[in-house]
Nanobody
Framework: QVQLVESGGGLVQAGGSLRLSCAAS????????MGWYRQAPGKQRELVAA???????NYAGSVKGRFTISRDNAESTVYLQMNSLKPEDTAIYYC???????????WGQGTQVTVSS
């Protein structure tokens, strides 16, 4: 069983920056693809950024060029650096870990990000 604990959320003004962290325990971190998702009130959860076990990354179009996902396998932690934040980035941000073999997915409890205009 993998546990994921997010941190780093908070309130920031538009144009500001935040760095989210997700610490994993209970599994072999380097074997998991990691992702950050977000869910705004009244909206579906959406993928923000993902990083594969190889280190390759992909981003939602709305955050490309502003957000950067990275991972530290030695620390079993994935990060999301968020720059040039906009009010529409306001959401609960969730960390996700996915393993292909076996096929399992784990979620963190989420961290609130609020961007004021």
């Amino acid at each position: 069983q993998v546990q994921l604990v997010e941190s780093g959320g908070g309130l920031v003004q538009a144009g500001g920056s935040l760095r989210l962290s997700c610490a994993a325990s209970g599994g072999i971190f380097r074997l998991f693809a990691m992702g950050w998702y977000r869910q705004a009130p009244g909206k579906q959860r959406e993928l923000v950024a993902a990083i594969a076990t190889s280190g390759s990354t992909n981003y939602a179009g709305s955050v490309k060029g502003r957000f950067t996902i990275s991972r530290d396998n030695a620390e079993s932690t994935v990060y999301l650096q968020m720059n040039s934040l906009k009010p529409e980035d306001t959401a609960i941000y969730y960390c996700n870990a996915v393993s292909i073999v076996p096929s399992v997915s784990y979620w963190g409890q989420g961290t609130q990000v609020t961007v004021s205009s």
